[in-house]
């Protein structure tokens, strides 16, 4: 069975809603806001204020970074006419009609759909995960939504009862000596940089890893940032917040640069988990920064410092 991942409340407040019966659920819709940046207070509201519904029509909803939020949760939906007694709906952050979904919604999106299929015993794969195009004459959810890698992630991590694949090649850390060299060893792999894997943090290492970062802002956020591996005000104000249940690239940058601090995130695997919070949480408290476990325009500038 798999595993439920972190979910936030949204602290969203709803007027009243009527439980669904798992036992009738058939399908997992997939959808986008067609809006390029609404976050889910801001669907919330719209769905509430415009459409006059008791609020966020979805299920579930995952922003950009990977965050899963809480919509309307095991109640009934508004997000299939006709159909909403008996699917659940999954929104995602952008307009994916000209936007492309971030690596961390896709790896999200498969964790939160897998656990779901574990939930809802008439689901029976993966070919029950839908768009909301399937069933009913909309483009949602637009040309851009990864539906194949998805579902691939889904019946990989199925396979393997394990971690959902990783999109890329991550060589391992045989002991805990080793760990600047495996994330040397990641960077050059991914982002075509010559480092030597001397196992040494130094600058030409703090370069290469700022320029990842940066590329991986222009790639999923649409940033704009020269990528010249130079920590500075642009590439700060383009930051975004990581925390407990992120997946992705950021995330093995994240991971690579407190092994770079000597802080064991327990695992270079691309999860933002109990063992990276809790390095995040040292690290933090070690730099006397706010201890919370979120890691912001602060951590990252002393990371990269």
């Not at 950009?64 to 699917?87: E, L, M, P, Q």
């Not at 104000?237 to 601090?261: D, E, F, P």
């Amino acid at each position: 069975m798999s595993r439920k991942p972190n979910i936030v409340d949204g602290k969203l407040s709803f007027g009243n809603l009527t439980p669904i019966n798992k036992n009738r659920i058939s399908k997992l819709v997939q959808h986008h806001m067609a809006h390029k940046s609404w976050t889910v207070q801001q669907v919330h509201n719209f769905h509430r204020d415009s459409n006059k519904w008791v609020g966020i029509g979805y299920n579930w909803w995952i922003a950009f970074d990977g965050t899963i939020y809480k919509g309307r949760g095991w109640n009934v939906g508004a997000h299939c006419a006709g159909n909403n007694s008996t699917t659940l709906g999954i929104g995602y952050q952008g307009d994916f009609t000209s936007q492309s979904m971030t690596d961390a919604q896709v790896e999200s999106g498969a964790a939160l759909n897998a656990w779901l299929m574990s939930q809802c015993p008439n689901i029976k794969s993966a070919n029950d995960i839908i768009g909301h195009k399937d069933i009913v004459a909309t483009a949602c959810p637009g040309k851009h939504f990864r539906m194949t890698d998805l579902k691939d992630m889904i019946n990989n991590q199925s396979k393997k009862s394990s971690t959902p694949k990783q999109p890329n090649k991550t060589p391992q850390p045989s002991n805990t000596n080793t760990y600047i060299r495996t994330f040397q060893t990641w960077i050059n792999s991914n982002y075509k940089s010559k480092l030597a894997t001397d196992n040494i943090y130094g600058n030409l290492t703090k370069r290469e890893a700022i320029r990842a970062y940066q590329k991986e802002l222009n790639k999923q956020f649409k940033a704009g940032l020269v990528e010249d591996g130079i920590w500075g005000n642009n590439t700060l104000n383009a930051t975004r917040v990581v925390r407990h249940g992120a997946r992705g690239n950021i995330t093995y940058i994240l991971q690579g640069m407190l092994y770079c601090h000597k802080l064991d995130p327990n695992g270079f695997d691309g999860i933002f988990g109990n063992g990276c919070e809790n390095a995040v949480k040292k690290f933090q408290r070690q730099n006397k920064l706010v201890v919370d476990g979120l890691v912001g325009r602060d951590t990252w500038s002393r990371l990269f410092r």
